[in-house]
C-alpha cells in the first residue's frame, strides 16, 4: 500500500481535486499543496454543507495536520480570511503549517497581474488577477519575499521597501496608483504576527512523518495544462502542477512518491484563455455547463466546455507518471444521447496524437472523435461499478483504454458519499 501520494489535475483544472483529495485525505495524516496560490478553487461537499479552499489544503476536514509547501504563493491576507472562514463554520485550523520557504503575495502583485492583463490586450491570458504570476517572477528574480522572511519585521521592512521603490517606478510609468511603503508595511506586519505561529520548516516536517510511517497526500492546484512546462504556454498558469513539482514544491526526494492520481472530469473544461480543441460551443456544451454547474470557484466566470479530450490526458499521463485516474462528474453526462471522446488530432492534414508546443499550431488541431451511446439513468447513487449502466462503464473502460492508466475512482456527484472505489489508494 501507498505511503505517499499526489493528486494532480489532468486538465485545465477544477476537475475536482478537492472533492477526492478530502476523500482520499481519511487515511492520510498529512495532506501538502506543493504550488500555486488562491489561484485556486477547491469545492469539498459533505453533510450538506458545501466547503470553498484556495489555499488551505483539501485535508483541513479530516487530517492530522495540513502543510502549505515552500513551492506556493501565499497571499497572508487571503490565508487569515481563510482561516476565520473555516473558524467560524467549526473546522479547527491550528493544524495548518506554512512553509518558511514559501514566497508571500502582496498587494502590489496584484496590481501588477491587473496591468499586465491590460497591457496584453488582445493577448491577456485571463488570469484570476490574485497576483500569482507576479509573485512567481519575483522568485526567481531573487528579489521576492519569503515566509521567514516576512516574519522577520527587519527582513520584511528592508525588503519591501526595495519592492515598493521597484514596483512603484512601474505603476508610474503607467499613471497608476502608487503603493505608499507605511500603509503596506503596517497593515502586513499585523498579518504576519498572526501566521508566525504555523510557520515551520515543512520539508523536515514530511521527512519525519515518513520516517514515523505516517501517510502523506500531495494536492495539486490546477492542471497539468495550466503547467508553465508543459501546458498550453502562454496560456498557463506561473507554477508547474504536474506532479513532478512535488518534489520541489513539497521539499521531498523524487524517489519516495509512490502513486499518482490523475483526476479528469468526464468531459473537458476551461477557464480563461486559449485554444481548447474539443470546446462545445453549442447546445451540447450549455447543457454540460448547466447540469455540471461550470462556473469558476474563483472568479465565477462560466467554463468553457468541450468533450474528453484523450490526447490532453495522454500527455498528462506521460509528464505525470499517472498510475491511476479518477474520473469525475461521470453524473454529469446522463442523458446525452451519444458522448464522444477525441482520440487524436488532424493537423494539416495529418493525424498527430501529441500536442504541438506553439498555440498557432495547437489553435488549428482538429480534434478525431469516436462516438459512443450514451445513458439516461441517474447514476448519482451508484455505488458500485457494476451498478452503473453497461454504456457508463463502457465509457469508462474507453477512457481506460485510450490513456492507458487504471481507473481506480469514479466521482458520481459532489458529495464526499458519491465516490465508486475501484482499487484501494492507501
Ligand atoms: P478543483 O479545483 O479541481 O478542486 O475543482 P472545483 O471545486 O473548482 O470544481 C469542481 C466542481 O465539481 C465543484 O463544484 C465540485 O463540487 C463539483 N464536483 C466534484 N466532483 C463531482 C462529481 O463527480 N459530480 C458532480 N456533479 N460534481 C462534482
Ligand atoms: P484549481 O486548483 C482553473 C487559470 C486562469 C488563467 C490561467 C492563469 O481550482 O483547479 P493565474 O491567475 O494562475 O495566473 O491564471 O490559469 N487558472 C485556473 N483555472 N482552475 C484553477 O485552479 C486555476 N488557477 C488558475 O483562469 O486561465
Ligand atoms: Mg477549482
Redesign the pocket.
Known sequence: MAKTVVVV?TQ????G??KITEYLSSKANIVVRYQ??N????TIVFNQEQYKL?LIPSGIFRSEKVILGNGMVINPKSLIEEMNYLSVRRILTNSIRISDRAHVILPYHIAL?ELQEELKEDLK?????????PAYVDKYARTGIRIGEFIDVELFKDKLKYQINEKNEIFNKYNKPLFNFDDVFNEYVKYASILKPYVTDTSYEIDEALANEKKILFE????VM?DIDHGTYP?????N?SAGAVSIGGGIGPTLIDEVIGVVKAYS??????AFPTELKNETGDYIRKIGREY????G?P?RVGWFDGVIVSHTRRVSGLTGLSINLLDVLSGIDTVKLCVAYELEGQEIKHIPSTTKLFSRCRPVYIEMPGWDEDISDVKHFNDLPKNAQNFVKKIEEITKVPVVIISVGPDREQTIILKDIY
Open positions: 489535475g485545465w483544472g477544477d476537475e481535486k478537492g500555486g496560490g489561484n485556486a478553487g477547491h484556495n497581474d491570458v485571463g488570469t484570476t488577477k490574485k497576483g500569482i504570476g495539486g492546484a490546477q492542471g495550466l496560456y498557463v498558469t506561473s507554477s502542477p473544461t476551461r477557464v480563461g484563455e486559449g469558476g470557484t474563483v472568479t466566470r467554463r
